[in-house]
């Protein structure tokens, strides 16, 4: 089966900058995606990635090597807002369904 | 007003009891979807639907059944619930024109079994 992994915690400062990483199995590769999770709400829609380089929006960017099956979620100017889990989600084959990492934790410290 | 809405938020009951979660959504997306969410395991698929003919099992199927009674609408029923279903639960849709795998989820639903 499809297996993702990133990192459990981590822990940055306001203004800093952090890199949460993810890898993934290539076979039936069709996208990934990035969502925003805040304690006990819906997990939002932050980036998408299906060819390989880094995609910038705002603040936040998501890098993809397919090659690597890497991936990762660079999130700059920290804030206080952005303390929240950070999911790593691979969109499989054609089928449109997405396999869910297990989430990363960010905490921002001030 | 919500895209995505599940009823109810939060829900407690008794080991044996059916239960039924309901999903309605107004983006008029083919496709939906129902997730688990657990500490530590993040979200698990329980079912999926890309039209109303169509369902699917995900992973984690057992001991659940759907229904897709419309578009709109896609219901997650618990036959006789058990105490390892306590979790949070979300409903999700997208749309098959858009970007695959994109997904708008709901507010979700905190099941509680004892």
């Known amino acids: 089966g499809q297996n993702i992994d990133q990192p459990t915690e981590m822990t940055a400062t306001e203004g800093a900058i952090v890199q949460i990483n993810c890898t993934y199995q290539?076979?039936?590769?069709?996208?990934l995606f990035w969502y925003q999770q805040h304690a006990g709400e819906a997990p939002t829609f932050l980036s998408y990635n299906v060819l390989d380089g880094l995609e910038e929006k705002g603040r936040f960017s998501s890098f993809l090597s397919r090659s690597k099956g890497y991936s990762y979620l660079l999130l700059k100017e920290l804030q206080m807002k952005d303390s929240a889990s950070y999911l790593c989600a691979q969109a499989w084959d054609s089928s449109y369904k997405l396999i869910f990492g297990s989430g990363t934790r960010l905490l921002v410290r001030p | 007003d919500a895209d995505v809405t599940q009823t109810p938020r939060n829900r407690i009951t008794k080991t044996g009891k059916r239960i039924m979660l309901e999903c309605s959504q107004t983006?008029?997306?083919?496709?939906m979807y129902w997730y688990r969410q657990d500490p530590g395991l993040g979200l698990r698929l329980i079912y999926y639907s890309f039209d109303v003919k169509d369902i699917n099992k995900g992973e984690i199927s057992d001991g659940y059944s759907v229904s897709r009674q419309a578009q709109a609408k896609f219901s997650l029923s618990l036959e006789s619930a058990i105490p390892n279903q306590t979790a949070l639960y979300f409903c999700a849709t997208s749309d098959a024109s858009g970007r695959a795998g994109e997904q708008y989820f709901g507010p979700g639903t905190r099941l509680t079994v004892t």
């Open positions: 983006k008029g997306h083919d496709r």
């Open positions: 290539t076979s039936g590769f069709n996208g």
